[in-house]
């Protein structure tokens, strides 16, 4: 199990969790982080920026600090 | 009658909601534009029906302040009939809210919106067979060309009259024991919307539900605990995600059913994000875009103000030299003149290419990449890619730059980003820029006063970042897809826009001017000008600057208009230096917003907020403009 931050761009994922309180959790509940989605690490902005994400079809923009409470596994 | 327009964010709620009323509510292709209700009155079938346009929501479990009005809008007024708008090309998320919806108890009608993107991406829709799988009305729509939204309307007038309420669709067992054991708690009590919802909802952990039943029923805390606690003993996880994932599981098995999936072509659109988002090639084409931005505004407004400011001098003239000169009509008749020609020649022309292009750049989608590209940056002054939207919003004008905080989920991310928005020139200080600087001294210095600005910024915001850590997890956005917004949206738009500058604004500048006229006619600006004499003689400005900086705090392009006012001229290389032109305006971009940002300030954060950032605002447009004073003399 890894975190977000540590995919590759290009590769599909899974989502086992999110740690990082309720609020946190329902947000990205809403967006489509639900237990066994599947995720695709699209691309990432240069400097030490956000992660561009294919959930389930919609593309989501999560920052650093929120990808590191998402916890994956690789398909 | 009353309808409610509900969907998720970027759906294009607004932009059916004003096919419907005439351009009524902002829209803009990014998550978060409606941050408040807006209402109209439409006529359906000869009936007058309310309708109000609400913010876009992914749950009505709402997390910030924009999400939080849908469920209490819905709780407080009478809604006889809920439109959902959904995204066709994303079907899934969207029938997540519409399966949350359907548990309210209100009749409610389902409109699949943007079908002609689905059609491009080769989705194909079984509208019919989505009726009968929801039991609710389908409407298929393409609201950008008013396509479907007469029949929807009409559709719901009847289900509202029939008074149709929706069968909730069933949760995992365990999830509906749940819910019948804990509606009992609620029997004897009057709701305005049905107990399922009220359950559901506590189930979720929605803390202000939660607080208010359980005032009514002090004991209900420990059964839902208790109803809590079985639930994730029996399925090792939260309710909130069980919950989630039932909808989830519903959603998907019905899209699966009604729509099919074509091959297509990737075109030029699909790919337009490698180029634009391009670690490289990105940056280079933001500065691109945005110096192309500046560029045209520039040109299209110098083109207009040097034969509009002749002209008006011209009259200015005449109408002296007509009735004496130094009598009191002519004097007030002259102020008029100034304040009208202010209005004309020195604001409009940059104002109107101005909220035009920053229209297009909102509708094309490009706003939310802006935010992708600048979090980094944005992060280096405390604050996170979101906030670039009230930054954004801001060079328009700061009210909505301040409203539109909102979108963020932090107090402390909402008074930052407020404070550092406020400091953004909107198009009042951009006539004062352009009008001033670009014109006297040249269109270089005015860009430089631009990134000067940005500059300030971002050190106030790391200054303060100092004072306020910054502790809130950062960046969640949904990146919307290009779309090529319609002349017609564009214009209505900007139109919106510059009709607030025509009737609110420009109505104050020409009675201010006159009251200065007036005033100076009968020496009172003396003793305004002696009042703010130390910042002049710091900043080394002429003493006659005072007055007009003190009318700049209703309106920022009086401080400009009432200078002509002050000195009688409107040319105003005969009366200032180069150098006291760029103090002038370094001072005027970040001191006090105006009134209207004041109250908005107050509004939003309350008044503590709004004095901290006023006085902020002084002592950073002091500091500022000093610096600029003191590079003069030093280079």
Known sequence: MVNLLQVKNGYWVKVVNVAGGVGMERRLAQLGFLPGNKIRVIRSAPFHGPLLLDVEGREIVLGRGVARSVMVEYL | MRFALIGQPNCGKSTLFNQVAGYKAETGNFAGTTVTFTETKVRVLGDVVELVDLPGTYTLLGTNPAERVVLDYLVDKPVDAIINVIDATHLVQGLTLTLELMELGRPLVLVINMMDEAKRQGLKLDGEKLESLLGIPVMPMIATRGQGIREAFTRTWHIAQEKRIPTPKVYSEEIEKSVISLKKELEKDNYPVSRRAIVVKLLEGDPVLTEQVSRKIPHVLEHIQKELDVLCHQSSRQAVWLIASERQRLAREMARKVSSQQQTQLTLRDRLDDYLLHPFWGYVFLLAILGLFFYVVYGFGKMLEEPLLNFFNHLDMLILNALHANGFIAQVVSGAVQGISGGLAIVLPYLVPFLVGLGFLEDIGYLTRIAFMMDSLMHRMGLHGKAIVPFILGYGCN????????????????????ALSTMVPCAARLAVVFGLVAFYVGPWAALGIYFYNLLIIAITGRIITIFLPEDS??????????????????????WFRIREFIFEAWPILI?????????NYFSVTRYLDALLQPFNWLLGLPREV??????????KELSLIMLAQAFGTTNYAAIMTPQQMVVFTVFVVFYVPCLATIISIRNELGAKAMWAISALTVVVATIAALIVRLGFLLF
């Open chain 2, 473 to 494: 997890p950062g960046l969640i956005l949904e990146m919307p897809v290009y779309r090529w917004p319609t002349v017609k949206t564009i214009t209505a738009k900007a």
């Open chain 2, 546 to 555: 005072g007055t007009p900086l003190i009318f700049g705090i209703f309106r």
């Open chain 2, 399 to 418: 009210v909505p730059a301040i409203m539109s905080t909102r979108i963020m989920e932090d107090k402390r991310d909402r008074f930052l980003s407020a």
């Open chain 2, 511 to 519: 009675i201010g001017s006159v009251v200065l006229a007036i005033m």
